[in-house]
C-alpha cells in the first residue's frame, strides 16, 4: 500500500497506540476496547485526504483526552469518597 | 540560592480500583495476582515536583527528581511510571516478596538517602492507600529535624520561604518554612498526568540504582505484629416505613427518642 504522506500515517498509528495503552485500564475491559477501537480507526481506512485524515486525528486525540479525564474523576470520586470523611 | 533536589517515595499497592479480600488465614489482605498500582497520593507527589521544575515556581530551579521505592522486585513497575511521568531517576530498595517494612523503617531509609542525596525537600503522599498509616513523612521531618507542611493542597515559593496551604477539617491553614522541608501531598494539590508512551519509551533508559537496607545500616526490623485482619461487617439494609407515625414508634423502638 504506498502512503502518500508516511508523516501523517505515522501520527494515526502514534495516537492508535496511545488510546490501545490507555483501553488498558477501561472499566469494562480491554477485550471491550480493543475491537471497537479497531473497527473505529478501520472505518476510516479508506480515507485518502490529508484534512480527513487530521480530522479523524484529532477526533482521536479529543477521545484520548475524555479518557484520560474519565480516569481522573473516576480516581477522585473514589479517593475523595474513601478520605474526605470530615 | 541553592537549586531544589527533591525526593519523592512512592509505593506499590493495591490498586484503587481493587476490591481487596483477606486472606484464608485472615493474617492480611490477598495480593497474588491482583492488579497493583502507584498510590494515588504518590502520583500527586511525583506531579507537583515535575509541574514545580516546569513552571519554574522556585527561582534556584530542580537540580533532581529522585523517585524512591521500598517493596518486592515487581515496584520497579512503578519506579518506570514515576520516571516516565517526569522523575530524572529513581532508587529501589528491594525487599522479599510479601514482606511489610513499616513506616519507622521506612523513614530510617529515607533519612540515610537524604543525607546520601543531599536532598533538601522530601515530597511523599500524605498515606498510603494500603495500610493508611500516614506516618511516613512525619516520621521523616521528626527523623532530620525539619518542618513538615502536611495534607498540602497548594505550594508556592516565594521571598519569605515555602508556603503551604494545607487542607485541615472545615477548610485550608497556610504554613511557611524554609528548606529543607518534607510535604505531604493531598488529594487536590494536583491533576497527576498520564505517562504517554514516548514518554515510557523514554524513562526505559533512566537509571535505577539498587540499594540494600543492610548497605544503608537500617534494620527492617518489625516493631508491630498482626494479629488479624478481618473484613468489616456487611452493611445492614435499612427499613422503610409507611408514615411519619410509623418513623416516631421505629424511632421510640430503636431507644432514638
Not at chain 2, 484503587?16 to 493474617?27: C, F, L, S
Amino acid at each position: 500500500m504506498t502512503t502518500p504522506n508516511p508523516a501523517l500515517r505515522r501520527e494515526v498509528i502514534a495516537i492508535y497506540k496511545e488510546l490501545l495503552n490507555l483501553g488498558k485500564a477501561y472499566p469494562l475491559g480491554y477485550d471491550y476496547f480493543r475491537p471497537r477501537l479497531h473497527k473505529a480507526f478501520a472505518s476510516n481506512a479508506s480515507l485518502t485526504e490529508e484534512k480527513d485524515i487530521r480530522k479523524g486525528v484529532e477526533r482521536a486525540e479529543f477521545v484520548k483526552k475524555e479518557i484520560e479525564a474519565l480516569y481522573y474523576l473516576k480516581k477522585y470520586r473514589s479517593m475523595r469518597q474513601r478520605y474526605d470523611k470530615l | 540560592m541553592s537549586a531544589l533536589r527533591i525526593l519523592v517515595p512512592v509505593k506499590r499497592v493495591i490498586d484503587y480500583a481493587v476490591k481487596p479480600r483477606v486472606n484464608k488465614a485472615q493474617t492480611a489482605i490477598e495480593t497474588a495476582g491482583v492488579k497493583h498500582s502507584m498510590n494515588p497520593f504518590d502520583e500527586l507527589s511525583i506531579e507537583e515536583s515535575v509541574r514545580i521544575r516546569e513552571k519554574k515556581s522556585y527561582a534556584g530551579g530542580v537540580e533532581e527528581i529522585i523517585a524512591l521505592s521500598i517493596g518486592p522486585p515487581k515496584s520497579v513497575d512503578v519506579l518506570r511510571t514515576a520516571m516516565a511521568m517526569g522523575a530524572d531517576r529513581s532508587i529501589f530498595v528491594e525487599v522479599k516478596d510479601g514482606e511489610e517494612v513499616e513506616p519507622l523503617a521506612v523513614g530510617k531509609i529515607i533519612r540515610r538517602l537524604v543525607e546520601k542525596e543531599k536532598i533538601n525537600m522530601v515530597m511523599c503522599g500524605k498515606q498510603s492507600i494500603d495500610d493508611d498509616s500516614g506516618q511516613t513523612g512525619q516520621i521523616v521531618a521528626g527523623l532530620m529535624g525539619w518542618g513538615a507542611a502536611t495534607q498540602a493542597s497548594k505550594v508556592s515559593f516565594g521571598e519569605g520561604g515555602v508556603s503551604v496551604e494545607k487542607e485541615v477539617d472545615g477548610g485550608t491553614e497556610t504554613v511557611r518554612s524554609q528548606l529543607p522541608m518534607v510535604i505531604t501531598t493531598d488529594l487536590r494539590l494536583n491533576e497527576p498526568r498520564y505517562a504517554s508512551l514516548p514518554n515510557i519509551m523514554k524513562a526505559k533508559k533512566k537509571k535505577i540504582d539498587k540499594i540494600t537496607a543492610e548497605e544503608l545500616g537500617v534494620s527492617l526490623e518489625k516493631r508491630l505484629k498482626t494479629l488479624k485482619v478481618i473484613e468489616p461487617p456487611p452493611r445492614k439494609g435499612g427499613g422503610k416505613v409507611e408514615d411519619v407515625d410509623g418513623m416516631i414508634a421505629k424511632l421510640k423502638e430503636l431507644g432514638a427518642i
